[in-house]
């Protein structure tokens, strides 16, 4: 007779088995554990708290109270207090407003949670002597990660997924289990947990791949198409962390850091080498100037290159989140954070020093600080649409079937053309700004709107004549030009 076991059983082997396969913990850890309340983070706090002894762990809770559902937010709070109490664990909460902070360091609000969540849990750890964070990420958060950057067209490390451990400090004990498998363990445990609404927000792409795209793939197409995410993902991990290893000599021959957030690199070795060594070796000067690559995209690695190829004398442009790069004639240095707004670009002429580049994965807000402007996408219906004769020039509205996501916005280059408004063939950019009287300085800081390398929007002056709105139209996206 086969011997039923229990689903806590199967939750803790497979937890045991990632913290060994990964070195997660080592006897005497302190390990603060991130928790939200919700489903995941709640079954982490269980499952750590059940093999305490086994690893002679110290455990604390701490949770972020963001500020962005009002009463619920602080309910939240409260709820994780509550749950720390039943555990008999010591707990920390912090009252943030995310929001404020998102505004003053123009972040996605998404990022703006994110860092908030982790300058507390540090400060924390630093304050009461924890050597770990654990945080309740598991394989269907991985597989929609690999998913999402599947789409947007990321290479190895995009499809790497969720790291196992990173930085030998945060640890993700449940990255083996599944969604199902953690709603398993709550409902035998009888365990209570709050809802978050935003996660059933389909205005968000990464909720509208885990609610319609992966139940799509798993019905039509692969019903195990979790496990092989994830399996593409630990695979292309291993295979990143060799290349990597491989190209540990050129890493030290062509970048040196200069200053916190100043990262150099001599570009006498770098030219010698294959590109997508190349690649890699501006990828690893921007996450050492930055200490992340969030919001860097393929596209800014091959402009970094781009200006290193095309420029032998002297020359700049901007990046996300204020990172600046400057080209001078034997190398070229990195510039993050404050040092990124304040670079010297050592006599280069002002058209050169404000290129900038960002890439628009869905609707929302993009902060352009360069440019001291912001553009608001929306995706509204034929029945919201004004008198497009009562609208200024900051607004614009185009058919949303003729556009490809992601969408780019970057300022001109040289030779940008696209078909203004109401004429049939295209025009030169810079014959449109002569025509408009545009001056020089704003021809340089005015946001292009791109789909599919087309420009669709010179913001704040003309659409492309090919994605206007027509009676046909079904689905529309409003842009608008705002001071930031």
């Known amino acids: ?25 080592a006897a005497g850890d302190s390990v603060l554990i991130g928790v939200s309340g919700g489903p995941d983070s709640i079954v982490l706090a269980y499952v750590l708290h059940t093999l305490a002894a086994e690893y002679s762990l110290r455990l604390a809770v701490a949770h972020v109270n963001h500020c962005l559902r009002g009463a619920d937010s602080d309910r939240d709070a409260e709820f994780v207090a509550d749950a720390a109490r039943q555990l008999g664990l010591p707990f920390y909460i912090e009252k943030k407003d995310v929001f404020q902070f998102q505004q003053r360091e123009q972040l996605c609000l998404e990022e703006a949670g994110r860092k908030v969540r982790y300058r507390f849990f540090d400060q924390v750890c630093t304050a009461y002597g924890f050597n770990k ?55 035998e445990k009888k365990l209570t947990c709050v809802a978050d609404a935003s996660n059933s927000d389909l205005s968000f792409r990464r909720n509208r791949i885990r609610h319609h795209l992966i139940p799509e793939l798993e019905k039509s197409y692969n019903p195990a198409i979790i496990k092989t995410l994830n399996r593409l993902a630990a695979i292309m991990r291993t295979e990143d962390q060799w290349i990597e290893r491989l190209l540990r000599a050129d890493f030290s021959d062509c970048i040196s850091v200069k200053a916190p957030g100043v990262v150099r690199i001599n570009l006498k070795p770098l030219q010698g080498l294959d590109p997508a060594a190349r690649r890699r070796i501006v990828r690893r000067a921007i996450l050492t100037a930055k200490e992340d690559l ?12 781009s ?9 700049s442009l901007h990046l996300p989140d204020g990172i600046r790069v400057v080209r001078r004639a034997t190398d070229l240095t990195i510039h993050a954070g404050q040092s990124g707004l304040t670079a010297n670009d050592g006599g280069c002429d002002d058209s050169a020093v404000m290129d900038y580049r960002y890439t628009v994965a869905a609707p929302g ?27 200024g020039k900051n607004l614009a509205f185009f058919d949303l079937d003729c556009l490809q996501f992601p969408l780019v916005v970057r300022n001109r280059r040289p030779g940008d053309r696209f078909t203004p408004l109401g004429l049939n ?12 009287k545009v001056s020089g300085r704003l021809r340089r800081l005015c946001p292009l709107v791109l789909s599919g390398g087309n420009i669709i929007w010179v913001a704040g002056h003309r659409i492309d004549d090919r994605v206007k709105v027509v009676p046909a139209t079904r689905r529309i996206l409003k842009a608008e030009l705002l001071l930031a």
Do not use: C, W
């Open 1 to 25: 007779m086969r011997i039923k076991i229990s689903v806590e059983k199967k939750v803790l082997r497979m937890v045991r088995r990632t913290i060994a396969e990964h070195r997660m913990l």
């Open 133 to 187: 964070i654990a945080v309740g990420h598991h394989g269907n958060d991985n597989a929609e990660l690999v998913l999402m950057n599947l789409l947007r067209g990321s290479g190895s490390l995009g499809l790497s997924g969720i790291a196992p451990v990173r930085d030998g400090k945060i640890i993700r004990p449940l990255i083996r289990l599944e969604r199902s498998e953690i709603a398993d363990y709550i409902a």
């Open 294 to 305: 969030r919001r860097i995209s393929l596209g800014h690695i091959d402009d970094v290159l």
């Open 307 to 315: 200006l290193i190829d095309k420029n032998p004398g002297n020359g």
């Open 365 to 391: 807000t993009l902060n352009i600080r360069q440019a001291g402007v912001a553009i608001k996408l929306t995706e509204v219906g034929a029945e919201d649409l004004p008198d497009f004769s009562t609208v």
């Open 425 to 436: 063939g295209t025009q030169k950019l810079k014959k449109f700004f002569s025509d408009n």
